[in-house]
């Protein structure tokens, strides 16, 4: 008799071990689908952005300098597009607004949204890359807008039902896609020609495709015991009531304290990014003028992918803080493009990375903060909802900097501080 205690006893055990063992399989399997969808749903917002200087010189006519083969100046003019970055800010980032705001109070089938996103994120690769009009180039950035938007709205409102974790992985790949994005466009820029470029990255939504119907596994496909004690591993078997329109709208001005800050960070670091990083140039170095537009934004998004991957181990409450420390960013920068007072182009390199390390770590612990400080019931509802106000605020910085292009393009090129 008490032996055949012992062998319950040894059982229970080896069922409780297999049990934590198939957890943490779990748990890391939906880590790593988070962090790919992550990546690959902001990969062509990010590529959109990289390449506008080039879809806009080549669709929209070349800039107003002659340029020497060694990219040097070959007159005393700034090198300035006829249309500002801003235009293809502005149609990679409205519609992914109008979207952000619509779908919340939309109903929620995940897999005919996900479906949609990974469609219309093929789309856009495919018609920016095949235009012969302006026209069509916007359109194919307005279907990539749209297909990210719709991505990022869809999975941050499913991560409810996951760990927190998801959160912050979610939020490293959005920052991976940063890097993976402007580094391939970069790098791949110097051998092919912009379309066959674009052409070679319809991968991406294939890899999204992948990753969610078959690497991650949805709340429907798991069984997890209900004796568990830890509540991240019960948390998706609760049941939440529905919410009405109603009360949807009655969650916004709580929301506000976390929207305001987040929104005028990017405000800031689009404005710097799409307002004045193609008026930043430095003559007679390694890089043409084109090409430090380039650089810059992969530098950019190196600072964005280290900070939105250390949430878990540096966390930041105030996120006003980094507003403030942003807009003294734009105040380096914008006096840049006017008197060309800084003398080496490694000085922007370091500040445009401190700028991606405050946007990023805005938007990470953002909605990190939302995930354990808003209630279960209004999380999912809440975490799409707040996903308007980055928006709003790049849309914002789009329409400003295509005034101010204009405006600093119709000045003297200033002699440069130690030339």
């Known amino acids: 008799m008490a032996r055949g205690i012992l062998q319950r006893i040894e059982l229970n055990v080896t069922d409780e071990i297999d049990e934590e063992r198939k957890l943490r399989r779990l748990k890391w399997r939906n880590l790593v689908a988070f962090w790919i969808l992550g990546m690959c749903n902001n990969y062509g917002y990010i590529v959109m952005l990289s390449a506008a200087h080039d879809i806009l010189e080549?669709?929209?006519?070349?800039?107003?300098?002659?340029?020497?083969?060694?990219?040097?100046?070959?007159?005393?003019?700034?090198?300035?597009?006829?249309?500002?970055?801003?235009?293809?800010?502005?149609?990679?980032?409205?519609?992914?607004?109008?979207?952000?705001?619509?779908?919340?109070?939309?109903?929620?089938?995940?897999?005919?949204?996900?479906?949609?996103?990974?469609?219309?994120?093929?789309?856009?690769?495919?018609?920016?890359?095949?235009?012969?009009?302006?026209?069509?180039?916007?359109?194919?950035?307005?279907?990539?807008?749209?297909?990210?938007?719709?991505?990022?709205?869809?999975?941050?409102?499913?991560?409810?039902?996951?760990?927190k974790q998801v959160i912050s992985t979610w939020s490293s790949g959005t920052g991976g896609a940063g890097i993976i994005g402007a580094l391939s466009y970069a790098s791949l820029s110097i051998w092919l020609k912009t379309s066959e470029t674009l052409l070679l990255m319809l991968i991406v939504p294939l890899i999204e495709a992948i990753t969610f119907w078959f690497i991650l596994v949805h709340p429907s496909q798991m069984n997890i015991p209900v004796t568990k004690n830890d509540i991240n591993s019960q948390e998706h078997i609760i049941d939440v009531p529905r919410k009405s329109f109603k009360d949807k709208i009655l969650l916004l001005p709580g929301l506000l304290k976390y929207m305001i800050p987040l929104g005028f960070v990017y405000f800031f670091e689009y404005f710097i990014n799409h307002g004045l990083f193609e008026l930043i140039q430095f003559d007679n170095i390694w890089l043409k003028h084109q090409e430090q537009y380039r650089w810059l934004q992969v530098d950019y998004q190196i600072g964005v992918f280290i900070s939105r991957s250390s949430v878990n181990l540096v966390t930041i409450n105030k996120i006003w803080i980094m507003a403030v420390l942003q807009f003294f960013n734009v105040i380096v920068l914008l006096f840049e493009t006017i008197y060309y007072y800084i003398p080496n182009i490694w000085i922007i390199f370091t500040i445009v990375l401190w700028e991606g390390l405050l946007g990023g770590g805005a938007y990470v612990n953002t909605f990190y903060r939302m995930s354990t400080e808003i209630p279960r019931a209004d999380r999912k509802i809440s975490l799409g909802i707040a996903t308007m106000a980055d928006s709003i605020g790049i849309a914002l910085a789009g329409w400003l900097a295509m005034p101010v292009h204009n405006a600093i393009c119709n000045l003297p090129k200033p002699i440069r501080l130690g030339s």
């Not at 302006?134 to 359109?139: N, P, Q, S």
């Open 58 to 163: 080549s669709r929209f006519g070349t800039s107003n300098t002659t340029i020497a083969s060694n990219g040097t100046n070959t007159n005393n003019e700034r090198s300035c597009n006829g249309m500002s970055t801003g235009a293809i800010l502005l149609a990679d980032i409205l519609p992914c607004l109008v979207i952000k705001i619509i779908a919340p109070f939309l109903p929620f089938f995940v897999h005919v949204r996900l479906a949609t996103c990974v469609l219309f994120s093929a789309a856009g690769f495919l018609i920016v890359s095949m235009s012969i009009t302006e026209w069509l180039a916007i359109l194919g950035v307005v279907v990539t807008s749209v297909s990210s938007g719709l991505g990022e709205v869809t999975l941050l409102s499913y991560s409810h039902q996951y760990p």
